[in-house]
């Protein structure tokens, strides 16, 4: 079982940075890929970023792409999301999520098999 926690939401203005953070605990993340969605509210969740289990490879959503990285440190069981040139609309809950690495770029929620429970992210205009 894995155990899957954000860190590090928060209010930022716009043109801003936030660095998010996700703890895994329960078991080693070297095997799976881990990957970032977000829901903001009224909306279904999306996909913003995913990075493979070595770290080598990053798929990112069109939106974001420039502005976020997506990066983990295998040997602290963390991965993390730097989010630069902040918008209004990267306003939302960021969930953090985990399944195993088939070398595709997951970027449906459904596939991932593991969640965090979410943190919000403000981005003020």
């Known amino acids: 079982q894995v155990q899957l926690a954000e860190f590090g939401g928060g209010l930022v203005q716009a043109g801003g940075s936030l660095r998010l953070s996700c703890a895994a605990s329960?078991?080693?993340?070297?095997?799976?890929?881990m990957g970032w969605f977000r829901q903001a509210p009224g909306k279904e969740r999306e996909f913003v970023a995913v990075?493979?289990?070595?770290?080598?490879?990053?798929y990112y959503a069109d939106s974001v792409k420039g502005r976020f990285t997506i990066s983990r440190d295998n040997a602290k069981n963390t991965m993390y999301l730097q989010m630069n040139s902040a918008k209004p609309e990267d306003t939302a809950v960021y969930y953090c999520?985990?399944?195993?690495?088939?070398?595709?770029?997951?970027?449906?929620?459904?596939?991932?098999?593991?969640w965090g429970q979410g943190t919000q992210v403000t981005v003020s205009s």
């Open positions: 999520a985990a399944i195993l690495d088939s070398g595709l770029h997951n970027t449906r929620a459904h596939e991932y098999d593991y």
């Open positions: 329960g078991r080693t993340l070297s095997s799976y890929a």
């Open positions: 990075v493979s289990w070595s770290g080598r490879s990053t």
